[in-house]
């Protein structure tokens, strides 16, 4: 549809009434009957309506939506067509939501007709259990193939932001010019001040280290799997595989609703992880977190993210003991109440606000956020500071 700035001042009305008669359904053919639609916005309205007016004559959920269900195949053709692939993705978003058509994630030729993203992808794993044997061939493969777009996206800057932190976490006595870190050398050299010249003689130069040789940092990625974390879940376990391949990290990732399951034998493909998540059921954060005590070797240099919307369905004052235990001993412990970019999560407040008092930074934070976090975190530095420098209110911040 044309840019009404563009257009005479009599077409730009008419094409702003088009719109609303768009965006208003049927109700407002008549009160709007001298905007008349074409064929292309009359498809366009019937998409529309299909989904917003679903009990309607040309609504989804009338004629029903199982295995002889052309109409719904038909629908996800259209709204390819005619809307840009962000639309499609919330309209699919909300036909499997609002109108319960998950049934159609179950058949193979419906499947295929999908616009694939983070959220169809959290609804077949949701599903992995009943998906018949004729569609589980079609939905890892949708599966791979988001998962792949989000590696191609997401695994350079993780690799670049964690490798150029652990390398600045090593200190070199014999620098390249490129690898001094000058802000130390000239502390460790300032008595070699030159009044004359006014500048410093440095005697010892200071570098980042080239490369590690053992492992500098152990990471433990601990996700609430509830059906709410869905793609906190996908992201997790793209950023856990990434993080695994690189030798100067040791990463763990566990997964947890009522039980406790360790996944980090199968970081090496995200799909395999994924498929072997069951989303939903309920929560106890607190054996999750005892159990990722257990896997700590040296707590001065662990980072341990819990990535959870902190609905506990455990005992909240032993989790609050495990985290002060946790802190104390010198592991560097984060909450992330999402890893998504829905927006601001539902989340127990109270809980993350005791969490914070403890020492235990509390936010959401988005994909293209968290190697930034991985590298503060692995250099040490203050992530209620780096937080505060994103944007990022934090929950002690949200406090005051």
Not at 163 to 180: D, F, K, Q, S
Not at 248 to 265: N, Q
Not at 389 to 397: F, K, L, N, Y
């Amino acid at each position: 549809m044309s840019d009404a700035n563009d257009l005479p001042v009599d077409e730009a009305e008419r094409t702003r009434l088009r719109r609303w008669r768009l965006a208003l359904g049927e109700a407002a053919a008549e009160p709007l009957a001298d905007c008349s639609l074409d064929r292309a916005q009359l498809d366009i309205d019937a998409a529309l309506t299909a989904l917003y007016d679903p009990d309607g004559p040309g609504g989804l959920r009338r004629g029903g939506s199982g295995k002889s269900s052309p109409k719904v195949a038909r629908w996800l053709g259209d709204i390819r067509k005619y809307f840009p692939s962000q639309v499609v993705q919330v309209m699919q978003r909300d036909a499997l939501e609002r109108l319960n058509l998950k049934s159609m994630l179950l058949q193979p030729e419906m499947l295929e007709s999908v616009q694939p993203d983070v959220h169809l992808v959290a609804s077949l794993i949701s599903l992995s259990g009943v998906i018949p044997a004729e569609t589980k061939d079609t939905a890892r493969h949708v599966v791979r193939k988001v998962v792949d777009e989000l590696k191609k996206r997401l695994e350079e800057p993780m690799r670049s932001a964690v490798t150029g932190a652990l390398n600045r976490a090593v200190r070199n006595n014999r620098p390249r010019h490129a690898e001094i870190d000058w802000n130390r050398t000239i502390r460790a050299n300032l008595r070699h001040w030159q009044e004359e010249y006014r500048s410093i003689i440095p005697q010892r130069l200071i570098g980042y280290g080239r490369k590690a040789q053992r492992s500098q940092r152990d990471i433990i990625l601990c996700i609430d799997q509830s059906g709410s974390m869905a793609a906190s879940v996908v992201y997790s376990s793209i950023f856990g595989a990434v993080m695994a391949s690189l030798p100067a990290v040791k990463t763990h990732l566990v997964v947890f609703d009522t039980a406790v399951v360790d996944m980090t034998e199968q970081l090496d493909d995200p799909v395999d992880l994924l498929f072997g998540v069951q989303l939903g059921g309920g929560t106890d954060i607190n054996r999750a977190v005892g159990y990722c005590q257990g896997l700590i070797r040296e707590p001065g240099n662990t980072i341990m993210v819990l990535i959870s919307d902190l609905y506990e369905g455990g005992v909240e004052k032993n989790l609050l003991q495990r985290a002060a235990e946790l802190v104390e001993s010198g592991v560097q412990v984060i909450t992330l109440l999402a890893l998504s970019d829905e927006g601001r999560p539902s989340y127990d407040a109270q809980l993350a606000a005791k969490l914070a008092a403890l020492g235990v930074p509390s936010f959401a934070c988005s994909p293209d956020q968290f190697p930034g976090l991985m590298a503060a975190a692995i250099r040490k530095e203050d992530i209620t500071l780096w937080a505060a420098r994103q944007g990022i209110v934090t929950e002690r911040a949200r406090e005051r």
